[in-house]
C-alpha cells in the first residue's frame, strides 16, 4: 500500500516552479527543518536559505536550494512561497550552496 499523498505548489516571485501529490516534504523552517506528510497539523510558517527535500509519490527525491520565503501547511496541501530556488542534483551541491551560480528556475 503506497503512503498518502498531498498537493504541493512552490512558487516564487516570478513564476510556478512545482505542482504535484508528493509523499513528504522537508523544509527549512525558522527555527530548524520541518517535516511534512499527508493530514499534516495547518501550520504557516517562515523559511531561511537552506535545502527543500520533496518525495514524490513514486518515491524518488528530489533537492532544491532555497533562498527564504513562506510556507503554508494544510491537512491536504502545502505552499512554498520561495523567494528564490534552484534545482539541486547530487553532482552539484557547489553549484547549488550559491544563489547566483548553476541553474535558477
Keep these: ?7 504541493l505548489e512552490v512558487v516564487t516571485p516570478e513564476s510556478p516552479v512545482l505542482s504535484e501529490d508528493v509523499q513528504s516534504l522537508v523544509a527549512p523552517g525558522e527555527d530548524g527543518y520541518l517535516g511534512v506528510l ?3 497539523a495547518p501550520l504557516l510558517t517562515a523559511l531561511k536559505a537552506g535545502d527543500l527535500k520533496i518525495t514524490r509519490a513514486a518515491g ?3 533537492h532544491y536550494s532555497i533562498i527564504g520565503g513562506f510556507m ?3 491537512g491536504t496541501a502545502a505552499v512554498v512561497l520561495a523567494d528564490g530556488i534552484e534545482f539541486k ?5 557547489e553549484a547549488a550552496a550559491s544563489p547566483s551560480q548553476g541553474r535558477e528556475v
Design 72 to 74: 503554508e501547511v494544510t
Design 60 to 62: 524518488e527525491e528530489v
Design 38 to 40: 499527508a493530514h499534516h
Design 89 to 93: 542534483d547530487a553532482d552539484s551541491a
Design 1 to 7: 500500500m503506497s503512503p498518502p499523498l498531498f498537493r
